[in-house]
């Protein structure tokens, strides 16, 4: 198969799977292609998108297997069988095992809505305004099978105004996710995204 072919991990309204595929159908992901919607709960908004879109979904119930493993290994059974190059988690709100993390090792990454490793975890943006910070934004990382622990790919810094909301920041973060993920990816389909150790290097084009 040829082409550069990115997986999308997702768990709910699917802002960033649908910024990455409009992306890829503009020319504006440097040559990769969306190949695949994984969800873990196939009522889940994301899906409607996908099947709008035409995008294949792999949706599942995880209460429905023995363990975390056992889906996943089904998962990476399909990521092999369409030869994706990129794994990319746009708000899929499950952890990871060593089953898909060290199996895509280096080709696995994640958005985050704050600037790690500030606030990590769940509701970023509630623990950033409710820390008082004047500043925080959005994170793609690496997953190494941390809770939000991996090399830092890139960042977006976000002003927080007076009297903002946690809604009215989230709409700010999203729209920036939307327009930096894209870009991401759009790296590493171009060969672009080195790592060593820690270190993250965006090569020039």
Known sequence: MSGYR?????????GNFQALAEAAAEGRLGGATVELLVCDKPAAPVVGRAERLGIPAHLFVPKQYGSREEYEAEIVAKLEELDIDLVVLAGYMRLLTSVIVDKYAGRLINIHPSL?????????????????????GVTVHFVDGGMDTGPIIAQRAIEVAEHETEESFAQAVHAVEQELYPQVVALFAQGRVKLEGRKVTLLKG
């Open 6 to 14: 990115i997986a999308v991990f997702a768990s709910g309204t699917g």
């Open 116 to 136: 790690l490793p500030a606030f990590p975890g769940t509701n970023a943006i509630g623990q950033a305004l409710d820390y008082g910070v004047k500043l925080s």
